[in-house]
């Protein structure tokens, strides 16, 4: 059993930037392939970025260039930097957890969710 509890949303203006950040319970995080999703009312769950236990990353297209996903297996952390956000990255920002070792990236992939960190950016 994993759980993932994130922390970092918040209110931002157009422009600036968050860093979320999920704390995972466990002692086998680094065995775990990790991502982000996001949410916003009335649109499905969708996908932003993943990464591996080595540490490759994979994007969604709308995030290529202004995200990053990193991992800190020792303190069992996944992170995601949020650079120059737009209102449209408004949402509830998911992180997620999936047994075995590669990048996955559709959520019925992921065995474990956290409760989820809104981020709001206002024009």
């Known amino acids: 059993q994993v759980e993932l509890v994130e922390s970092g949303g918040g209110l931002v203006q157009a422009g600036g930037s968050l860093r979320l950040s999920c704390a995972a319970s466990?002692?086998?995080?680094?065995?775990?392939?990790m991502g982000w999703f996001r949410q916003a009312p009335g649109k499905e769950r969708e996908f932003v970025a993943a990464i591996d236990w080595r540490g490759a990353t994979y994007y969604a297209d709308f995030v290529k260039g202004r995200f990053t996903i990193s991992r800190d297996n020792a303190k069992n952390t996944v992170y995601l930097q949020m650079n120059s956000l737009k209102p449209e990255d408004t949402a509830v920002y998911y992180c997620?957890?999936?047994?075995?070792?590669?990048?996955?990236?559709?959520?019925?992939?992921?065995?474990?969710w956290g409760q989820g960190t809104q981020v709001t950016v206002s024009s």
């Open positions: 997620a957890a999936a047994f075995g070792l590669v990048v996955k990236t559709k959520p019925w992939e992921y065995n474990y």
């Open positions: 466990g002692r086998t995080f680094s065995s775990y392939a």
